[in-house]
């Protein structure tokens, strides 16, 4: 297992985005909650932002992955921040009704997230992003 990741469920049932999987524990998403001792710099950026943005989670994608297409329901805020940390050749994102999104590393993206989204991963190279909640839906 990467260190500071684990395959706990995050805020909404991720068995729905790849159905096709047989056991779960074999699925490659994984979450960290960024902590001083595991990720030092992305957690003092958020101590020092408390006020603008909560619950950051940094997610990684397994090479050969996908996410399906979802929403997360209409419950909680309607947007997220989704930070690029790096998008590799042959991965596409894509939400309705913008399409797919020409991520960059580091590019900051306000997703409308009870809109249908997706991700593909058809690279050999495992993708990571933050997900960023506002502390308020402005």
């Known amino acids: ?4 990741y684990t395959h706990t469920l995050h805020d909404h049932n991720l068995k729905t985005h790849n159905p096709n999987r047989k056991h779960r524990e074999n699925w490659g998403r994984w979450f960290a909650i ?3 001792e595991t990720f030092p710099k992305i957690s003092k950026f958020f101590e020092d932002n408390k006020r603008q943005y909560k619950y950051p989670v940094i997610s990684k994608l397994d090479a050969g992955e996908s996410i399906n297409a979802h929403n997360h329901g209409g419950v909680g805020v309607p947007f997220i921040y989704n930070m690029c940390i790096n998008f590799p050749k042959n991965t596409y994102f894509a939400i309705y009704p913008t399409g797919f999104v020409p991520y960059t590393p580091g590019d900051i993206y306000k997703l409308y997230i009870h809109n249908d989204h997706s991700v593909v991963n058809k690279s ?3 993708r990571y992003h933050i997900m960023i909640r506002p502390t ?3």
Request: hydrophobic residues 25%; charged residues 40%; proline residues 15%.
């Open 1 to 4: 297992m990467t260190k500071g």
């Open 34 to 36: 960024p902590k001083p």
């Open 124 to 126: 050999k190279t495992d």
């Open 136 to 138: 308020r839906a402005f």
